[in-house]
């Protein structure tokens, strides 16, 4: 037998196991730290400005977004957010105050998002939504 036949058994049975599961810890890592992200920058945004209107039983616009499910569901105008893509997501629009028939949250109902809310929105958004 040839020396690369042995150096391909050698990666195969111990290094290759060895490459996953560092692959596999990266993984946890990054899904640790988009949820972190959410709960220490996201989650403070929707109880302050949104689950008063859109969470625990209230649904106006038939819209909830205390969970993965309702914001996914949407509400009358369709999903609030598409993971991956704020530009398109109904909820990054509707913060952002451009259309005047819709602004989230309501004028009325206190200050709108600053802009560091805003670019946080933006930013769980396009790294999934996780």
């Known amino acids: 037998m040839n020396r690369h036949f042995f150096r391909a058994l050698f990666f195969a049975i111990v290094l290759l ?10 993984g946890n890592a990054v899904a640790d730290e988009k949820r972190d992200f959410f709960e220490e920058k996201i989650r403070p ?19 909830s977004l205390d969970s ?32 005047p028939k819709l602004r989230m949250p ?7 998002l600053s802009k560091s809310q805003i670019a946080d929105l933006s930013q769980w958004i396009r790294d999934g939504a996780v």
């Open 17 to 26: 196991p060895l490459v996953s599961q560092y692959n596999m810890g990266l």
């Open 45 to 63: 945004i929707f109880v302050k400005h949104c689950y008063d209107c859109h969470g625990d039983g209230e649904n106006e616009g038939k819209l």
């Open 68 to 99: 993965k499910a309702g914001w996914q569901r949407g509400g009358e105008r369709g999903p609030a957010i598409l993971p991956g893509d704020p530009v398109a997501s109904l909820l990054f629009q509707v913060v952002q105050h451009a259309d």
């Open 106 to 112: 309501p004028v009325d109902a206190g200050k709108p």
